[in-house]
């Protein structure tokens, strides 16, 4: 394995600077450029220095055995000052001990894979973790990071071999009369892990919506306000608003945190009917979104406005209220604002809570496929005189898609599209 090193802290200006080497001339390299290897997982202040004796920087060096990393490999971390030159100077010196090189993006985090440090659940929890945004990215990903998934894939994979276990018994032992024990503990583990892939499969686009954001949409008469309910919610000039009617002519989108959510707000032309090509587009555009959207807020321009096709949890305000001295909502007195980013909140939570603990398309794929072969091997069970071998092999494909799921098997193609997308250093 060769040995690698990258700057694992963020790029540019900082306070500190952190820079990981991590292989089997981990250590050498760390008596090349600090002088000497630090007691394991001890932090000792040192003195860097390039090949030619001179002073680079003062740094903390902290070191890891092999077993005791998270690469599972020597490693060595030099918390340097972060000036950009000194990050450079320090990186050359290491690169010209010789035998390292610099890391590739996710390089640290495959090897951890590898050495079966993290399982592939956990290696999408640290992207995941990566990339949070909001608060309920950041829980959803630590969860995930902690090995909530693996636990609850492994749970399932030792339900599943015992049940694969007493069906096979009962192949071999076809010519005697087995127990009803024998089929109740067939039958119990598969409608154990059939109710919860079932219940995961469920919680999926609440799930998809807490790792990618909800969508919630401005719906309304032209001269409603929603432009500049949008300006104001998102505090800043998002949308043109004007007395004008058909300012807004296509989709406006904002991202927003609320309560801890990733939110866009979205806002929609206004609906009326017009001559126009162009705003007729971008009336049937925000119908579109506003269809797909998790949540719309419909603004009437006047009290005695219809309201078009609303959900049972969808917002109906007044907009612009201050004009009519009627409860609602006013983005230009501010009433109403702190009710509706509490309403929004109260539906997209209660949704949120009711997710997946899975996240990703790959996860739900094989979920859903290892629950049709656990409804098939159910269907089979539960007859008078049961197929044994259908039993067993639906078994044996829903204990494959298990092993899938937290990276036993088939995961080079997974890891190179997981990978792509994490920093170098990382």
């Known amino acids: ?139 959803h990903a630590q969860r995930i990071l902690d090995g909530s998934l693996a636990r609850l894939v492994e749970d399932w994979r030792a339900d599943l071999l015992q049940a694969l276990a007493m069906s096979e018994a009962a192949i071999d032992f076809a010519d005697e009369d087995l127990p009803p024990e024998t089929w109740r503990l067939v039958r119990e583990p598969l409608a154990r892990v059939g109710a919860g892939l079932a219940r995961e499969v469920a919680g999926r686009r609440a799930a998809e919506r807490i790792r990618e954001g909800f969508e919630v949409a401005l719906v309304g008469p032209v001269n409603a306000g929603k432009s500049t309910l949008l300006n104001a919610l998102a505090g800043r000039e998002a949308a043109i608003t004007s007395e004008r009617a058909g300012t807004t002519r296509d989709v406006i989108e904002v991202r927003m945190d609320i309560g801890g959510l990733a939110v866009t707000l979205i806002d929609t032309a206004g609906l009326r009917e017009t001559d126009d090509e162009i705003e007729q587009l971008g009336i049937e555009r925000g119908r579109a979104r506003a269809r797909d959207a998790d949540l719309r807020v419909f603004l009437k321009a006047h009290p005695e406005d219809p309201v078009d096709a609303v959900g049972p949890d969808d917002i109906v305000l ?24 509490a309403a929004i909140e109260a539906r997209l939570s209660e949704r949120a809570s009711n997710s997946s603990a899975f996240s990703r398309e790959r996860h739900f794929a094989r979920l859903g496929s290892a629950l049709e072969h656990l409804e098939r091997a159910r ?39 997981i990978f792509a997308a994490f920093c170098i250093g990382k």
Not at 130 to 137: D, H, I, M, S, V
Not at 318 to 341: F, M, N, Q
């Open 379 to 417: 269907a089979e069970a539960a007859e008078d005189a049961p197929r044994l071998e259908i039993v067993s092999e639906e078994i044996r494909h829903a204990v494959f898609l298990m092993d899938e799921l937290v990276g036993r098997i088939g995961v080079e193609e997974v890891l190179g599209r």
């Open 1 to 139: 394995m060769e040995t690698i090193v990258a700057q694992a802290s963020a790029r540019g200006l900082a306070g500190v600077a952190v820079i990981r080497v991590s292989g089997p001339a981990a250590w050498r390299v760390c008596e090349a450029v600090a002088g000497g290897v630090p007691a394991p997982r001890r932090a000792s202040l040192r003195r860097l220095r390039d090949g030619d004796g001179a002073t680079l920087d003062h740094a903390l060096v902290l070191v890891f055995e092999e077993g005791h990393s998270f690469t599972g490999e020597k490693v060595v971390e030099f918390q340097a000052h972060g000036g950009m030159a000194v990050v450079a100077a320090v990186l050359r010196a290491i690169l010209a001990t010789g035998g390292v090189r610099p890391a590739e993006a996710g390089e640290f985090t495959r090897r951890a894979f590898e050495a079966g440090r993290i399982d592939l659940t956990e290696v999408e929890g640290l992207g995941d973790l990566l990339a949070a945004e909001t608060e309920a990215q950041r829980r």
């Open 318 to 341: 007044l907009g612009r209220c201050d004009l009519w001295s009627r409860p609602g909502i006013s983005a230009k007195t501010g009433e109403g604002i702190e009710a509706l980013i």
